[in-house]
């Protein structure tokens, strides 16, 4: 997608601080963080929500999760992270690149449910 800002940061359009690349995923920081540890991981491929993805999606977004816990503990998240995703319009999503939000750090972030 030429006017997606995701797809630009994986193309290298857009420099940002990266946690992991490989080649179905890449995990950058936050520009913006909410906590002090707040990095985003997305798939490569632009799949613009959670609701787009479909079953040939799962590999990727399987790798998403499984990497998730080892890269959260690499930027410092010893003691547990908030794992978020946001959907569309009612889900708060900004940037329309599926992303996973991974927010953690000594700052205690408050109960959300
Ligand atoms: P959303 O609300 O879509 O779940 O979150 C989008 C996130 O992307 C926000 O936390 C925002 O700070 C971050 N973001 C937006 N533009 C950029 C950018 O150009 N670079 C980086 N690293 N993060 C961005
Ligand atoms: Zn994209």
């Known amino acids: 997608m030429s ?11 857009i420099p940002s601080r990266k ?3 490989d080649e ?9 963080p909410a906590a002090p540890v707040h990095f985003l991981i997305i798939p490569k491929k632009h ?18 999760m499984a990497m ?4 959260a ?7 547990g992270f908030r ?4 959907t569309g319009r009612v889900g708060c999503q900004e940037v329309y690149h599926l992303h ?8 205690p972030l408050g109960p959300m449910l």
């Open 19 to 21: 946690v992991y690349e």
């Open 24 to 32: 179905d995923i890449l995990a950058f920081h936050d520009i913006n």
């Open 83 to 86: 794992t978020i995703v946001n």
């Open 100 to 107: 996973v939000h991974i927010l953690g750090g000594t700052q």
């Open 68 to 71: 998730a816990g080892k890269l």
């Open 47 to 64: 799949i613009p929500t959670l609701a787009d993805a479909t079953p040939e999606d799962i590999p990727v977004l399987g790798k998403i």
């Open 73 to 79: 503990q690499q930027e410092g998240c010893a003691d």
């Open 3 to 13: 006017n997606c800002i995701f797809c630009k940061i994986v193309a290298g359009e």
